[in-house]
């Protein structure tokens, strides 16, 4: 069983020739059909005159400190009685049809040449997406209950997605695919950004959409209404954050609204971490972290992957919008994005320390087709050991 919210047009749809000027018809009906915002535009293209791009602009106010003891648990290994009380009480409560999963996949995937990533071949011609929901099918399978597949698409991935899913569907698995929005780079003056073809150059603004798109489209209220409790969200490019039992045990046992899995930092690393600030742990992305803060100090990285409890994201909430520099059409643009992990400055969170490598890890990204080949055999090896 396959849903899907089809692009239909927003509220705002009559505005949005006069926001942007002139503007072809195909590009209109593209803004108009994945919920363009026309007043977050205009207020964005206000602040871009206003100096958003200065480094300061975004950086968290208050102390902020490395997280306290406590904050940050360890999820237990496997034939552990501790692990298996949590494996337990995450498998009675998928039992119980209250789990299921978003997978994010509205990303343009640019290092993989600006394919629909979720439809690229992993292992033995078998993509990203039916790789994820064959993995929630097998969980499903051994708990004896369905898990719905939340899959939140993009303006550029939306058809080939639900094109996929419809091929893919299965009764354990109902997927019901939900669109996020679209907006309009800027030059650095303010200027709408246009592709080679002269049209407005359109981006995905961030998976921080992703509550947003998730009422925005009813899917969250379906979710709800048919028994859901629990939701796993996770990028389709990281195949290792399987549907574990025992991570959603975790987050049950916690009882914070939010469970984040982070694992340790290597070099490299420029991402979120859980900090304190005035007090409160939340995610601090690398970017918002004071200047003075040595980010040293936090020795632990956030994989984007959480687990929600699904009524608290019922609500709006109050996420920044961060100018961020691209490059797009070989020139650099501005876009603005939200970030899913501020969810945490509004909902209290917990943090679950998970393997990086080896047999139960937990976070194998795929960036680019030279690190999807560096990591096939590591993948392979990692889905074959949990039966997905």
């Known amino acids: 069983m396959v849903s899907s919210t089809p692009p239909r047009p927003s509220c705002a749809a009559a505005k949005v020739p006069g926001a942007l000027g002139d503007i072809d018809a195909e590009t209109r009906a593209t803004l108009e059909a994945f919920a363009f915002d026309v007043a977050a535009f205009v207020a964005q293209r206000a602040r871009l005159a206003e100096g958003a791009l200065e480094p300061e602009h975004g950086r968290v106010r208050g102390v902020v400190e490395p997280p306290a003891p406590g904050d940050v648990i360890r999820l237990p290994a496997p034939g552990t009685p501790a692990r298996a009380r949590l494996h337990a009480r995450g498998l009675a409560a998928i039992g119980a049809g209250e789990v299921g999963v978003v997978i994010l996949a509205g990303g343009m995937a640019t290092r993989f040449g600006e394919v629909v990533k979720a439809a690229v071949p992993v292992i033995d011609a078998r993509g990203f997406l039916e790789l ?222 998970v393997e990086r490598s080896g047999p139960e890890a937990r976070f194998l990204p795929v960036k680019s087709p030279e690190e999807l080949a560096r990591r096939r055999g590591e993948i392979a090896a990692m889905l074959r050991a949990r039966g997905s």
Request: aromatic share 6%; charged share 25%.
């Open 132 to 353: 994820k929901l064959a993995d929630a099918a097998a969980v499903a399978g051994r708990a004896g209950a369905r898990v719905p597949a939340l899959v939140m698409t993009s303006f550029a991935t939306h058809e080939e997605v639900s094109r996929l899913a419809s091929a893919l569907a299965r009764p354990e698995v109902p997927v019901r695919v939900f669109s996020q929005a679209v907006s309009v780079r800027l030059t650095s003056a303010g200027a709408l950004a246009r592709d080679e073809d002269g049209r407005p150059s359109l981006y995905a603004p961030g998976h921080g959409d992703m509550s947003f798109a998730l009422r925005r489209t009813g899917a969250l209220a379906e979710f709800l209404e048919g028994g859901g409790r629990t939701l796993l969200m996770s990028n389709v490019d990281n195949l290792a954050a399987t549907l574990d039992p025992a991570v959603i045990g975790a987050h049950l046992e916690g009882g914070a609204a939010v469970t984040v899995e982070v694992v340790d930092k290597v070099p490299g690393d420029r991402g979120g971490a859980p900090a304190r600030v005035d007090g409160a742990l939340r995610l601090v992305e690398a970017f918002a972290f004071p200047s003075s803060f040595d980010q040293d100090r936090v020795p632990l990285f956030n994989t984007n992957t959480l687990v929600f409890d699904a009524a608290r994201l019922d609500r709006d909430f109050e996420l920044t919008w961060y100018a961020v520099r691209k490059r797009a059409g070989g020139r650099e643009v501005i876009q603005f994005e939200r970030l899913v992990g501020e969810l945490t400055a509004h909902l209290p969170s917990r943090y679950l320390r």
